[in-house]
């Protein structure tokens, strides 16, 4: 009996193991209008299927003001994140945290709070403080005293999210069948149209291309 009920079990795992979609490996290129490779774009996949280890994005995440720069630049978080902003400066920095781009004209829009960091004393630690991004989607950083300073958070609410490297590719492991593929860059103000794929076993790659050439402003 006992011998049976162990491989009644493993049939139900290995039915269960069927209906979820195994993983596979997608790069996406992304490049601006004059085809060049994009760094720091956020490219992010939905998808119908369903995977047996689905990626995580942080939970937690560590923003630091430092030599008049949100370092790093661009963060990717989950929905529910928190995130610690630590000043490394010697003088008073502001978090002002807005929705990004044209979203910023939306009521259920990401972002909406105010901090203030005292700066870094000599010998002390560093001062800082904690938000929680509870909505998706792209949010702006800035400081009410120092104008030039910027930063920003994606928010997704997939987990297959990912930056876009110095050659302008990100790489993820999203699960097969039928994908949408988004593209998000700050300096894209309309979002470009997605990109439907529908994934196999096989390796895939998808190219996105801008509407707009990359100011080199200081982040």
Same mark, same amino acid.
């Given at each position: 009996?006992?011998?049976?009920?162990? &491989?009644?079990?493993?049939?139900?795992?290995?039915?269960?193991?069927? =209906?979820?979609?195994?993983?596979?490996s997608l790069q996406v290129s992304?490049?601006?209008?004059? &085809?060049?490779?994009?760094?720091?774009?956020?490219?992010?996949?939905?998808?119908? &299927?369903?995977?047996?280890?689905?990626?995580?994005?942080?939970?937690?995440?560590?923003?630091?003001?430092?030599?008049?720069?949100?370092?790093?630049?661009?963060?990717?978080?989950?929905?529910?994140?928190?995130?610690?902003?630590?000043?490394?400066?010697?003088?008073?920095?502001?978090?002002?945290?807005?929705?990004?781009?044209?979203?910023?004209?939306?009521?259920?829009?990401?972002?909406?709070?105010?901090?203030?960091?005292?700066?870094?004393?000599?010998?002390?630690?560093?001062?800082?403080?904690?938000?929680?991004?509870?909505?998706?989607?792209?949010?702006?950083?800035? =400081?009410?005293?120092?104008?030039?300073?910027?930063?920003?958070?994606?928010?997704?609410?997939?987990?297959?999210?990912?930056?876009?490297?110095?050659? &302008?590719?990100?790489?993820?492991?999203?699960?097969?069948?039928?994908?949408?593929?988004?593209?998000?860059?700050?300096?894209?103000?309309?979002?470009?149209?997605?990109?439907?794929?529908?994934?196999?076993?096989?390796?895939?790659?998808?190219?996105?291309?801008?509407?707009?050439?990359?100011?080199?402003?200081?982040?």
């Amino acid at each position: 009996m006992k011998t049976r009920t162990r &491989g009644l079990v493993a049939a139900a795992l290995l039915a269960l193991a069927g =209906c979820a979609a195994a993983n596979t490996s997608l790069q996406v290129s992304v490049l601006d209008k004059e &085809g060049k490779p994009v760094s720091n774009a956020v490219v992010v996949v939905v998808s119908a &299927g369903r995977s047996t280890t689905p990626a995580g994005l942080p939970k937690d995440v560590v923003i630091s003001q430092l030599n008049m720069r949100f370092v790093p630049a661009v963060s990717v978080v989950a929905v529910g994140a928190k995130a610690h902003f630590v000043n490394n400066d010697p003088w008073e920095h502001h978090v002002r945290a807005s929705a990004a781009g044209i979203a910023q004209f939306n009521d259920d829009a990401a972002g909406g709070f105010e901090l203030r960091i005292d700066g870094k004393a000599d010998g002390k630690a560093a001062k800082s403080a904690d938000a929680v991004f509870d909505k998706p989607g792209a949010v702006l950083l800035g =400081c009410h005293l120092h104008n030039s300073m910027r930063g920003y958070v994606y928010v997704s609410d997939s987990p297959w999210a990912s930056l876009t490297n110095a050659e &302008g590719v990100a790489t993820l492991n999203v699960p097969e069948g039928a994908a949408i593929i988004k593209v998000w860059h700050a300096d894209q103000l309309i979002d470009i149209a997605p990109q439907q794929a529908t994934l196999t076993a096989a390796p895939a790659t998808a190219t996105m291309q801008l509407s707009v050439v990359p100011r080199g402003r200081r982040l």
